[in-house]
C-alpha cells in the first residue's frame, strides 16, 4: 500500500513569507507526528496528533508555527513570516497508535533566504 | 537536554566487518527503543526494536543489545556492506505513549 507522503519535496521562500507543508498518513494510522532536521542535526520533534486527543504542540519552537490534522487524514504544518532558521528538512510520520514503529514520508526540504 | 544520545557523529567500517553504533540515554523510564536508518533524500525507515524487558534482539545481519544499568543500547551490523551506508538513528519512548526521543543520528560509511 502507499506509504507516507508530503509535498512539496522542496520549498524555497523569502524571509518573511508563510509556508504551508502538507503529509498525507498512511491510511488508518491514527497518529500523526512532525519531526524537523537542521543540517547536521538529529530529529527534533514538533508536535503529535493522536486520533481525536489534543494535540501534543511540545515540540513547536515558536508560535510562528501551527499544525492541523482534519480527523485521521491530512495534516498540515504552517510556519509565519519564516526566518533563515527555519530551514530544515520537516518530516512526517505516521503510525497505527498501539505500535511505536513510525513510518516516515520523505520529507520536504525549506529552504528560506 | 539531550535525552537520547549519539555521540560519534561518524563511523567507517571496511566490507565485511562488523558495525557497532552505540547509544546512551539519560530517562530510566523509557522501555523501548528503536534503531531507524536513513538515507539521503528519503525518510528514516524503520530498522529494528527491542524492550526494555529484553537484553539483546536479533534481525538476520542486525543485532541490537541493551544495557539498562548502563542506560546504554547498540547496533550491530555483521557483515556490513555498502548498502548499509547510511545515518542510523536511535530511538527511546516511554512506558504507554507513542512519541520517540530521537538520538542525533551517527552516519556509517562501510568501504569495499
Known amino acids: 500500500g502507499a506509504g507516507v507522503s508530503q509535498s512539496p519535496s522542496n520549498k524555497v521562500t523569502e524571509k518573511g513569507k508563510d509556508v504551508e507543508l502538507r503529509c498525507d498518513p498512511i491510511?488508518?494510522?491514527?497518529?500523526l507526528y512532525w519531526y524537523r532536521q537542521r543540517l547536521g542535526q538529529g530529529l527534533e520533534f514538533l508536535i503529535y496528533?493522536?486520533?481525536?486527543?489534543?494535540?501534543?504542540k511540545s515540540g513547536l519552537p515558536s508560535d510562528r508555527f501551527s499544525a492541523e490534522r482534519t480527523g485521521e487524514s491530512v495534516s498540515t504544518l504552517t510556519i509565519q513570516r519564516t526566518q533563515q532558521e527555519d530551514s530544515a528538512v520537516y518530516l512526517c510520520?505516521?503510525?497505527?497508535?498501539?505500535?511505536?514503529?513510525?513510518?516516515f514520508g520523505p520529507g520536504t526540504r525549506l529552504t528560506v533566504l | 537536554d539531550q535525552q537520547v544520545k549519539q555521540n560519534s557523529p561518524s563511523l567507517s567500517v571496511q566490507e565485511g566487518r562488523i558495525s557497532i553504533l552505540n547509544c546512551d540515554y539519560t530517562?530510566?523510564?523509557?522501555?523501548?527503543f528503536l534503531w531507524y536508518k536513513k538515507y539521503p533524500a528519503e525518510g528514516p525507515t524503520f530498522l529494528i526494536s527491542?524492550?526494555?524487558?529484553?537484553d539483546k534482539n536479533e534481525d538476520g545481519r542486525f543485532t541490537v543489545f541493551l544495557n539498562k544499568s548502563a542506560k546504554h543500547l547498540s547496533l550491530h551490523i555483521v557483515p556490513s556492506q555498502p548498502g548499509d551506508s547510511a545515518v542510523y538513528f536511535c530511538?527511546?519512548?516511554?512506558?504507554?505513549?507513542?512519541?520517540?526521543?530521537f538520538g542525533t543520528g551517527t552516519r556509517l560509511q562501510v568501504f569495499p
Open positions: 530517562n530510566s523510564m523509557f522501555d523501548y
Open positions: 527491542i524492550s526494555s524487558i529484553k
Open positions: 496528533f493522536q486520533g481525536n486527543s489534543a494535540p501534543d
Open positions: 530511538a527511546a519512548s516511554l512506558y504507554n505513549t507513542d512519541k520517540l526521543i
Open positions: 491510511s488508518g494510522h491514527t497518529a
Open positions: 510520520a505516521s503510525t497505527q497508535g498501539w505500535d511505536n514503529e513510525q513510518f
